[in-house]
């Protein structure tokens, strides 16, 4: 199984500040069809989890700019460029190339 | 608007079965692989199962695999998650989920909001 590592797992942020949180996988999810299998969520307290950021760097739909997704291979980052309060929860990466879907262990935002 | 909706959730002893379901609406439900995703209490997300749009591919965890069986009725658009001999460790919030893509297996776009099981005797 690949494994997901975040860092760190969890983060205290003052409102409008950045954020940035490290996840690496144990295989690179780079497919042979010129994609990169890495996704982002969002499960905000209470709440199902939503997809924030598809394959390393897309934004899914209606997700504020203040969220980008950056990297390649085996080594991923999620920034959000000034925290709000909504933006509280847990953030879990994942990969699907390959069998079984396996997420990070999870960060926890939360805000000072 | 796009929605699932899950159902079937309930408390079950050891050994004991229950089938859980889903009902898609909004979108085209026949043209989307689906998932099951399970979250235990104050843990992150476990990948149960997937099942190809129209059936023909299904695949497991193995934490799961010969004791769950997922299934489909597209002309009721709803899935379903059939659970035996469940243990205490299958106790979790379990969600389903619409695949990004309609071949393969990619993103959870969508979710519902989840359906407790509770394994405890």
């Not at chain 1, 490290?22 to 499960?43: E, I, M, N």
């Not at chain 2, 009725?73 to 695949?99: G, P």
Request: contains cysteine; glycine residues 10%.
């Amino acid at each position: 199984d690949i494994v997901m590592t975040q860092t760190p797992l969890s983060l205290s942020v003052t409102p409008g500040q950045p954020a940035s949180i490290s996840c690496k996988s144990s295989q690179s999810l780079l497919h042979s069809d010129g994609k990169t299998y890495l996704y982002w969520y969002l499960q905000k307290p209470g709440q199902s989890p939503q997809l924030l950021i598809y394959e390393v760097s897309n934004r899914f739909s209606g997700v504020p700019d203040r969220f980008s997704g950056s990297g390649s291979g085996t080594d991923f980052t999620l920034k959000i460029s000034r925290v709000e309060a909504e933006d509280v929860g847990v953030y879990y990466c994942m990969q699907s190339i390959q069998l079984p879907i396996t997420f990070g262990q999870g960060t926890r935002l939360e805000i000072k | 608007q796009v929605q699932l909706v899950e159902s079937g959730g309930g408390v079950v002893q050891p050994g004991g079965s229950l089938r859980l379901s889903c009902a898609a609406s909004g979108f085209t439900f026949s043209s989307y692989g689906m998932h099951w995703v399970r979250q235990a209490p104050g843990k992150g997300l476990e990948w149960v199962a997937f099942i190809r749009y129209d059936g023909s591919n299904k695949y497991y965890a193995d934490s799961v695999k010969g004791r769950f069986t997922i299934s489909r009725d597209n002309s009721k658009n709803t899935l379903y998650l059939q659970m035996n001999s469940l243990r205490a460790e299958d106790t979790a919030v379990y969600y389903c989920a619409k695949d990004r893509t309609t071949v393969t297996f990619d993103a959870f776009d969508i979710w519902g909001q989840g359906t407790m099981v509770t394994v405890s005797s």
